[in-house]
């Protein structure tokens, strides 16, 4: 049976996609701020950086909300057979890696 929160997955692993490129930016910015000689660089890598962390946590608190959405709307379902499918799936959901990305689903 398909989840009825399967739009939702999909919605989630986009967020994925879209954190793992800002990660890959804001660790090689960190490197390069290791190897920087004037104060102008220093001062541009670390405005560049604080903004990457700053699009990164806004997308974890996006993606952590959506989860929590489909928590809430899993634990008020009535039918137990439907809530107890749903339960599986999203639990199964959660413990998987995201297969593009490769970070893991569970926030």
Not at 16 to 44: Q, W
Not at 89 to 97: D, E, V
């Amino acid at each position: 049976m398909l989840s009825k929160h399967e739009s939702t997955y999909s919605n989630l692993q986009s967020h994925l996609s879209t954190i793992k490129p800002l990660l890959i930016s804001v660790d090689d910015e960190i490197t390069k701020l290791l190897s920087t000689s004037t104060s102008d660089e220093i001062t541009d890598l670390s405005a560049s950086i604080a903004k990457g962390v700053d699009n990164i946590h806004s997308i974890i608190l996006d993606y952590s909300d959506i989860v929590n959405s489909v928590k809430d709307d899993i634990t008020t379902m009535e039918d137990e057979s439907m809530k107890s499918d749903e339960l599986e799936q999203f639990n199964g959901k959660m413990a998987s890696t995201d297969g593009a990305s490769g970070l893991p689903m569970n926030p």
